[in-house]
């Protein structure tokens, strides 16, 4: 599995960003998806994820969006009303539906997101 992430940029407080990740490589309907994040001198951290239903760490609820399109073999994480704790690399990956990110399989190159203040 292939998984090129994009959409990151630089954002003001409470400004909204859409990541997309494209996958390719094996029946994308199948896979279970999700985005990650690493801050700078952070360990890399669940934020969402989906295959029939989605899920969020806590810190994200409310704000962030999980979807994805089967036809377009993609995947979109939606971010309103960011904050600079939202700052980070995000990564999109395919794997099993767990948090911890040594057990996902696969994983796209990362997209910067910087929320400034």
């Known amino acids: 599995v292939q998984l090129q992430a994009s959409g990151g940029g630089l954002v003001q407080a409470g400004g909204s960003l859409r990541l997309s990740c494209a996958a390719s490589?094996?029946?994308?309907?199948?896979?279970?998806m999700g985005w990650f994040r690493q801050a700078l001198g952070k360990e890399r951290e669940f934020v969402a994820g989906?295959?029939?239903?989605?899920s969020y760490v806590d810190s994200v609820k409310g704000r962030f969006t999980i979807s994805r399109d089967n036809a377009k073999n993609t995947v979109y994480l939606q971010m309103n009303s960011l904050k600079p704790e939202d700052t980070a690399v995000y990564y999109c990956?395919?794997?099993?539906?767990?948090?911890?990110?040594?057990?996902?399989?696969?994983w796209g190159q990362g997209t910067l997101v910087t929320v400034s203040s």
């Open positions: 490589g094996r029946t994308f309907s199948s896979l279970n």
């Open positions: 989906i295959r029939w239903s989605s």
């Open positions: 990956a395919a794997g099993p539906s767990e948090v911890i990110p040594a057990r996902w399989d696969y």
